[in-house]
Structure formats: structure tokens, C-alpha cells
């Protein structure tokens, strides 16, 4: 049995847009649209209801359509890598589990199961395209103009045009490892941008091994390519695979590449657009400021400056972009299914860990809801420990809920009840200060250093406790299925037996996406 159903690796992202179409999830738009500011503000409004994918056709100043909102919810997001809901991310969770920490299997079931999951790695190798698409047309000199690209301005306050949702391609001067990450790039001029990307990831060290090398940093740019692949680009597992390998690993077969016009680099065969330049060590211009993730604007750093050669592209090419703020957002439901996906490796990880939940509304890192299958005293706070380590991902979550096994971490209402019920501020709040945190999280007294709080909800035993508690409140089985058996007779079938509407609660966020979700269907 594969990973996933075999396809989206081959398939590109106009495959996914036709999907989109056939399940009534794209719209698409005719009337002209300015990609500063206007085309980001129709799509925020469009993404906060829960709405379809938006192909606009007719974009001021440039030729190529733009798709966005591709991955606006979490049955998109779902869809895109070949599943029907969200509960199958988890089934794949529990397979690259396998390959976090692979221990010998006990048994001809676990024999198969590693088997099965070795058998993937070899069917996930890449394939290489002769005639790639992406390939069609290429632009080199007085052609190459970056002012061609439908580049979109999302907020006021942002310094440039910008490149969100591209591959950024790199590879290790001294090993060849590609590394594949997805970076924000501004726009500088005709031909240049700034990549904005955190020291610690891949392409930033490949950047500093060319320079102890004296050599530049070869960089292709990937445009529109189909959403698996930019999952497994922003999927941060600690697995030793290439990007490539792990995309292969998420579609059940290789993801096919191509060679780049002028550099020593593979892309994807199916690109819309591919930029390909050069990062010379050392020359670098100001990035920013642009509307984070966080909710503000973030500032002004001095990043790589890329300069670009050669455009190669698809005929009557589409640009696929998105763009940050306050959730929701599409970075929030691609964080969203992460969660699903790193539950059960999680789970191993940290064995106590029965389910977690990151809620988009905290930014989809920030707080972090866990329930454990307590056992013994101190156990939550250990848990919470546990987690903070347990994935580079989880380095900056600010809060951790820890609530017994028999809470629903997804359900705000069964969290709120256990923090109020359950937690004493003077004995269950754990909190470490001055820890190394998010530059971006301006809430923090000194920026790049803050605080972690843990919360212990769970419920109390042994010495945790210094005086008895009341009974919990529960009715017997057979009463329940007695009512059950005289819904109809009692005359109370019309009121269903789904989750009543949360606004009837106060619960205001529910209720919208509700009533969205009505609408799509």
C-alpha cells in the first residue's frame, strides 16, 4: 500500500486548478485587477469566508493570469496531496514515523510495514523530464524583466513586490544535497531580488559554504508548481531526505525534474515559471518591511541579493502566489494539516502524547494544546518539556495546554472548561524565562528572547492534590442509549442529533466558519 494514491507528483498545477473547477472551489476572475494592494485585499476577504480558489485573468501591467487561494482550507490543502480528508494525514504521519527513528521490527506485521515503507523510498525517486514545459520559452538578456511577473503588493506598508510562493532551489557547494525551501524574495529591480530566509536554513548555509569557498551560490526560482510540492518544501520533519524524495514520499511516486537552462540545478519539469540567477556572497541589499504572520509589519534586514540571468516558462504561463497577515491565511491551513501529519510522529517522540493541536487563531505555533493519557504526578509538566524539544517546529511555541486524554483539543469549549476547572494559577502555571525565541514576536521584552508558559489542566492525583475532589458528573450508558431509543417517540427528530451552532454559545469564529462551509456546499 503507498503513502498516498499515486499522481499529483506528475501532475502539475493546472491539474489541480481543473480539479479545483470541477469540485465548484475556483472562481475565476474576469474584470481587470491591480496587483498592488487590490488583488490581496478582494483575496482576504475572500479566504476569511472560507471561500474557493480565485485564477485572476486579467491582472493590470502584466500578461499572466494569477492563482491564489489555492489552499485556503483545509480540504484543499487536503485534496492537494490526493486524500479526501483530513483523518488520511494522519495515516501518513504514522508511515514517515518509520523513517523518524526506525527500530527493528518485532514480528512478520511490523516486518511488512517496513517493507512497505522502504518499498516507498524506492518508488519515490525522482524521475527526469527531457521535455519539460517549463522549457517552452526562455528569456535571456534585454527580455528578462521582472516587471513582467504579476508581482503582488498585499499591504500598504510593504516595500516592494514580492515572490511568496516560489521554490527556492539551492544546493551544497561541497556535497551537491539540493536543498528546496519556500522564502519570501522582494523585488530590487528588472533583474535582481532579495531573499529573505532565516540563518538556519538550508539555503543560508549553503550561502556561507560558498563563501568560505569563494565560489557564488547557483539559485533557481520554481514558480507554480502543484501544491504537494510546496508541502513537502515547507513540511520541516528531521528526516534525511531530500525535499525531492520527501515530496515523492507524500504523492506514492518520484516528482519529475529537469535541468535548468544555466545552472547546475534540477526543478520541477512542470513549473510555470522558473528564475534562475546567482547569489554573490557578501552582496547584499535592505528586505522589507512586509506584513508578517504575526500580524504587524515586520522590519528592514539586510538579505542576499539574487541576480537573475534566464526566465525559462510555460506558454501562457500562471503565476502562483499568496501572502502573509493575521489567520486566517493559507500558511495557516498548510500549518494546520503539518499538525495532522506530525501527531503520530509526535506521538513517538513523546509517548504520553495521545493528541495535539496547534489553533490557527494562535498563529498555528504559538499555543499548543496536548492531551496525554496521564498517569503520574508531574506528568503534564514533563509532557510539556517534551514537546518544546521534540521538533525544531515546536522551538518557539509560546503556550502549552496540557489536558487529559478524554478533552477534545480541537474543541475550544472542552478547553476552555478544563483550564477553568482544572488549573489552580499558583500550583499548575510553569513558566521559563529568557529562553532563545521568535525575532518577529514583538510581545517579547527583549526580541529574540522571551518566556514559555505551560499550563496543567489535567486533572489532579496523587500529591498533586491536597484535598478531595468532587465526584465528575456522568450519567450511565444505558440511560443514554434509552433516550437515544425515544428521540422520535418524545417528538424531538427534527432537532437532529449534529453539534448545535456555536454562536447559540458566544462563539462568534465557529459560527462564521460554519455558515461558510454551508455556502461552498
Request: glycine residues 8%; hydrophobic residues 40%; charged residues 20%.
Amino acid at each position: 500500500m503507498p503513502l498516498l494514491r499515486p499522481g499529483p507528483a506528475s501532475q502539475d498545477m493546472r491539474d489541480f486548478l481543473a480539479l479545483l473547477e470541477q469540485r465548484g472551489q475556483l472562481r475565476r476572475i474576469t474584470a481587470p485587477v491591480d496587483p498592488d494592494l487590490e488583488l490581496a485585499a478582494i483575496t482576504d476577504r475572500v479566504l476569511g469566508l472560507g471561500g474557493p480558489a480565485l485564477l485572476f485573468e486579467n491582472v493590470i501591467g502584466s500578461s499572466m493570469p494569477v492563482a491564489v487561494n489555492l489552499m485556503g482550507t483545509l480540504e484543499r490543502v487536503v485534496w492537494s496531496m490526493g486524500l479526501d480528508n483530513a483523518q488520511q494525514l494522519e495515516d501518513l504521519g504514522t508511515r514517515l514515523a518509520l523513517l523518524q527513528q526506525p527500530k527493528p521490527p518485532k514480528g512478520l506485521q511490523e516486518t511488512r510495514q517496513f517493507a512497505s515503507v522502504f518499498w516507498d523510498l524506492i518508488k519515490a525517486r525522482p524521475d527526469l523530464d527531457l521535455t519539460p514545459p517549463c522549457h517552452q520559452q526562455v528569456l535571456r538578456g534585454d527580455a528578462l524583466n521582472l516587471d513582467n511577473l504579476p508581482l503582488i503588493r498585499p499591504w500598504p506598508g510593504d516595500a516592494s513586490g514580492v515572490i511568496t510562493l516560489g521554490l527556492v532551489i539551492t544546493k551544497d557547494p561541497e556535497t551537491g544535497v539540493p536543498n528546496v525551501g519556500v522564502y519570501r524574495l522582494q523585488r530590487q529591480s528588472p533583474k535582481t531580488m532579495t531573499v529573505h530566509w532565516l540563518s538556519v536554513r538550508g539555503g543560508a548555509r549553503h550561502l556561507r559554504k560558498a563563501a568560505a569557498m569563494g565560489q557564488k551560490l547557483e539559485v533557481a526560482i520554481a514558480i507554480g508548481v502543484h501544491p504537494l510540492l510546496i508541502m513537502a518544501a515547507a513540511t520541516p520533519i528531521p528526516v534525511q531526505l531530500s525535499e525531492w524524495l520527501f515530496a515523492g514520499l507524500y504523492a506514492g511516486e518520484g516528482v519529475r525534474l529537469t535541468g535548468c537552462k544555466t545552472l547546475d540545478l534540477k526543478v520541477p519539469s512542470h513549473s510555470e515559471v522558473v528564475l534562475e540567477g546567482t547569489i554573490t556572497p557578501g552582496e547584499e541589499l535592505e528586505d522589507g518591511p512586509f506584513g508578517d504572520h504575526m500580524g504587524f509589519y515586520g522590519g528592514v534586514e539586510s538579505s542576499p541579493l539574487v541576480r537573475f540571468h534566464c526566465v525559462t516558462q510555460r506558454r501562457d504561463p500562471i503565476f502562483l502566489t499568496t501572502f502573509s497577515g493575521r489567520p486566517p491565511k493559507e500558511e495557516a491551513m498548510l500549518a494546520i494539516a503539518l499538525n495532522r501529519i506530525y501527531t503520530p510522529i509526535l506521538r513517538q517522540q513523546v509517548s504520553e502524547i495521545v493528541d495535539f493541536f496547534l489553533p490557527m487563531e494562535a498563529l498555528s505555533y504559538k499555543l499548543a494544546v496536548i492531551a496525554i493519557d496521564k498517569s503520574y504526578p508531574g506528568q503534564a509538566k514533563r509532557a510539556a518539556m517534551a514537546f518544546w524539544s521534540a521538533l525544531p517546529q515546536f522551538t518557539y511555541t509560546k503556550f502549552v495546554v496540557v489536558v487529559d486524554a478524554n478533552i477534545n483539543v480541537r474543541d475550544p469549549r472542552q478547553v476552555v472548561w478544563a483550564i477553568a476547572a482544572q488549573v489552580d494559577p499558583q500550583r499548575d502555571l510553569f513558566v521559563l524565562e529568557n529562553t532563545p525565541f521568535d525575532s518577529l514576536d514583538f510581545a517579547s521584552e527583549h526580541l529574540g528572547l522571551g518566556g514559555r508558559m505551560a499550563i496543567d489542566a489535567t486533572t489532579k492525583i496523587g500529591p498533586e492534590k491536597r484535598h478531595e475532589w468532587g465526584e465528575p458528573l456522568s450519567r450511565d450508558a444505558d440511560l443514554e442509549s434509552r433516550v437515544d431509543a425515544r428521540w422520535q417517540e418524545l417528538g424531538l427528530e427534527d432537532l437532529g442529533s449534529e453539534e448545535p451552532d456555536p454562536s447559540l454559545f458566544g462563539y462568534v469564529m465557529e459560527s462564521l466558519c460554519r455558515q461558510a462551509m454551508v455556502k461552498k456546499t
